[in-house]
């Protein structure tokens, strides 16, 4: 999950775009229903660090404002994240 978080989170929230769920479900190679779960705990997070949290609207989503803070602090709120992908190291940082 690690990876397909940190990939939802660098489209979504550093990006203005909005990305249809059944997109993301494809790119993931998961299910529409993955996605949405996904989603809700990026918001969890996003909320948690006191971020905008993202949109999800008419099979949509989307970040009003793009999100200030790198994945590194998803890492931290949640050290599971990366033993699900131990390639994934805290000193990677999303562009």
Known sequence: MNSRLSTLFSLVCK???RYPISEL???CNVSNRTIY???????S??????QNEVVIEKGEVFSPKEVSI???HFLL???DLIETNP???LATEID
Do not use: Q
Not at 45 to 50: C, N, P, Y
């Open 37 to 43: 779960n996904d989603l809700k705990k990026m918001n």
């Open 15 to 17: 990006t203005k775009k």
């Open 25 to 27: 479900a494809k790119l």
């Open 77 to 79: 709120m949640d050290p």
């Open 87 to 89: 390639t994934y190291s």
């Open 45 to 50: 997070f996003l909320h948690a660090l006191e």
């Open 70 to 72: 790198s994945f590194d």
